[in-house]
């Protein structure tokens, strides 16, 4: 059974941090590219930042310099670490999993950043 359990997640203010983690399980981890998505309210979901099966990170342009993901294959988990944190970085964080056969979702952890 495919599992990817979000954990970390919370309230910080502006400027803050916070670091969110994915733990995978029942899928070959070493094979499969990790992201992290997010959904802000009213907004469609997006790509946040992934990290290739040899660990080549990409990043959208609004979190450059301020995020960084990361993967520990022994570990099976997957990190989104999130520094300088913004209002507009308020959302539900997904973490994914593709390979070319299968895609997989965790069932999303909340951050929300305000004053």
């Known amino acids: 059974q495919v599992q990817l359990v979000e954990s970390g997640g919370g309230f910080v203010q502006p400027w803050g941090s916070l670091t969110l983690s994915c733990l995978a399980s029942g899928f070959i981890f070493n094979n499969a590219t990790m992201s992290w998505y997010r959904r802000a309210p009213g907004k469609e979901r997006e790509l946040v930042a992934l990290i290739t099966d040899r660990g080549y990170p990409s990043y959208k342009d609004a979190v450059k310099g301020r995020f960084t993901i990361s993967r520990d294959n022994g570990e099976k988990s997957v990190t989104l670490q999130m520094n300088s944190l913004k209002p507009e970085d308020t959302a539900v964080y997904y973490c994914?999993?593709?390979?070319?056969?299968?895609?997989?979702w965790g069932q999303g952890i909340q951050v929300t950043v305000s004053s």
């Open positions: 994914n999993s593709w390979i070319v056969t299968a895609e997989y």
